[in-house]
C-alpha cells in the first residue's frame, strides 16, 4: 500500500507540474507576437506622424492663401476708394511681394454712366523652389469723371465704343 500511495503522489506531482507548465506557457508572449506587435504600433505611429505634418502643411498653405487674398483685396480697396493714388508698388508689410494695377474704361453708348474695371496683380514669392506666383483681383464700379482712376482709364469716348483703356 505505501508504494500505491507514492505513485499515487509521484503521478499527482506530475499532472500538476504539467498543469502549471501549461499555465506558464499561455500566459506569456512568445518573440514573434511581441515583434508583431511593436511593428503594428510603430505603423500606426508612424501613419499618424504623416497626417500631422500633412495637416501642419496644409494649414501653413491655407494661411498664406488667405493672406494672399486680403491683402490683395486691401489693396484693391485702397486704389478703388482712392487712398493709394499710384498704380504699381511694394506692399508695406511683405516688402517682396509687388502689385500693380490695371484701369480699363468699360462705359458704352448703352451703360451711360463711366463704368471703370480695375484689376490688381499681386506678384508674391510663392516658396524656395518656384519662382513666385501671381494673384488677380478684379472690380467694376460706377465713377464720376472726377475720380482719379479716370485719367488712367483714357478718355471714355462714348461715341466710339472704347472698351478698351489701361496705362
Known sequence: MNRTNENRETTSKRENASRRGKAARVAGFTLIELVLAVGLMGGAFMSLLFLRTSAISQASKYNLDRKIQRVAQEKLDEVVFGV??????????EPTWQWEVEVFSLATVE??????ECSLTLSYPADESDDGSEYILATRFFA????????YAGTGDLDSNNTTGGF
Open 144 to 151: 464720376d469723371e472726377s475720380h482719379p482712376l479716370h485719367e
Open 111 to 116: 451703360t451711360l454712366y463711366p463704368l471703370l
Open 84 to 93: 493709394e493714388e499710384a498704380t504699381s508698388g511694394t506692399i508695406e508689410d
